[in-house]
T-cell receptor, first 108, second 113 residues
Framework: GQQVQQSPASLVLQEGENAELQCNFS?????MQWFYQRPGGSLVSLFY???GTKHSGRLTSTTVIKERRSSLHISSSQTTDSGTYLC??????????FGEGTKLTVSS | GPKVLQIPSHQIIDMGQMVTLNCDPV?????FYWYKQILGQQMEFLVN????????KSKLFKDQFSVERPDGSYFTLKIQPTALEDSAVYFC???????????FGAGTRLSVL
């Protein structure tokens, strides 16, 4: 089965609402990375977060290894946050395994 | 931040032709990767490359695929011959910095007709 599972698959918000995106993994973890994929396709690295909590502006990432999960919290969402959010796991073989992504739509 | 450049951004070719996708990785990085993403689908690992050699490849990395980085120049993905199912966006990535974060290029959209 899928080693990295993301939920929800899609999420629609009104501007100003918060979003909580989940990533669950079934294999051992060396590192976890969160990416934002723009509608045009290019990837932006948001967090490198193998464990614990990291903050960047309105974004917060929390990885709990023993629970095999990582989350991405977006506070006060904006229309420009729309796009696909991908989590990716590196399990010790120097390659990232991606989840299927959460497609976020923020409307004004 | 660090940038990975991919050339060209879009390539259209006829089935059976050869294509080379070029990647200019971050200058001090040591590990290089190719990923494939069919429109609307998951990003999938193809191959990683270190010290002049392929470290690992997935079953998507068919015999028609090859990678190289001659003399520290572009890291390339060559497909010869191409097939219709090779149509996808191919992303190059590199790593080797402090946190081993992967940095991705903007992708090359390959259309095989």
């Amino acid at each position: 089965g899928q080693q990295v599972q993301q939920s929800p698959a899609s999420l629609v918000l009104q501007e100003g609402e918060n979003a909580e995106l989940q990533c669950n993994f079934s294999t051992s973890l060396n590192s976890m990375q969160w990416f934002y994929q723009r509608p045009g396709g290019s990837l932006v690295s948001l967090f490198y977060n193998p464990s614990g909590t990291k903050h960047s502006g309105r974004l917060t990432s929390t990885t709990v290894i023993k629970e095999r999960r990582s989350s991405l919290h977006i506070s006060s969402s904006q229309t420009t946050d729309s796009g696909t959010y991908l989590c990716a796991l590196e399990g010790g073989s120097a390659k990232l395994i991606f989840g299927e992504g959460t497609k976020l739509t923020v409307s004004s | 931040g660090p940038k990975v450049l991919q050339i060209p951004s879009h390539q259209i070719i006829d089935m059976g032709q050869m294509v080379t996708l070029n990647c200019d990785p971050v200058s001090n990085h040591l590990y290089f990767y190719w990923y494939k993403q069919i429109l609307g689908q998951q990003m999938e690992f193809l191959v990683n490359f270190y010290n002049g050699k392929v470290m690992e490849k997935s079953k998507l990395f068919k015999d028609q695929f090859s990678v190289e980085r001659p003399d520290g120049s572009y890291f390339t993905l060559k497909i010869q011959p191409t097939a219709l199912e090779d149509s996808a966006v191919y992303f190059c990535a590199s790593s080797g910095g402090q946190e081993n974060t992967l940095y991705f290029g903007a992708g090359t959209r390959l259309s095989v007709l």
